[in-house]
């Protein structure tokens, strides 16, 4: 039972299109994605685009994309876009609007919660504990990404990207829950 004025903890997990638009032009376009806090490939069939750029241009689109993605973590939730007035390239944001709604109505099927309510409420309360802080004082938000594998990343204070796999893991959801929660009482991100 919460007393009448007292605030509760508060996290939130979603499936957002746009982040997905952007990983689907990168995968699409078949451009260069390695580096740190760079999110693996898409679950699912994504068509190759790739003959759409010459190689010239996709090694220049992705460095924009990079630069893009890597830039977000100034101001999440803001999806990284490039060339958007490129008609190639705007073509696929449509495509991928199209490619996210099947892929996340089977994710969400299977597994409707995405984060178990269980994992979210031990972590909630090992996080209170550990720090000396009430829980009514945490808060968090994942976004939950299509990628394959388990793979998570905090992007800002308060805020994770994560993908099903790690999501699905009770272990790997503890951890991402836990660090998630940590960076909005810090203030920063790893």
Known sequence: MRLAGTRSWEFRADI????HAALYVRDSLRLE?????VPPGLMGDV????????AAERAAVSREWLEA????ADHPPVVPTVRADDARIRAL???AHLWFQPVRRNVIRENPQLIAWAVIRDAVKDVASARGVPTGSLRGTAEVLLVRGVWWRVLSPGFVLASVG???DPAAAGDLVRACLESGLDGTAP
Do not use: F, I
């Open 16 to 19: 957002g299109q746009s982040t």
């Open 47 to 54: 068509p190759d685009q790739s003959e759409l750029l010459d």
């Open 69 to 72: 993605w890597h830039g977000m």
């Open 93 to 95: 944001y449509d495509e």
């Open 33 to 37: 994605h390695s580096g740190s806090g």
């Open 166 to 168: 790690a999501v699905s």
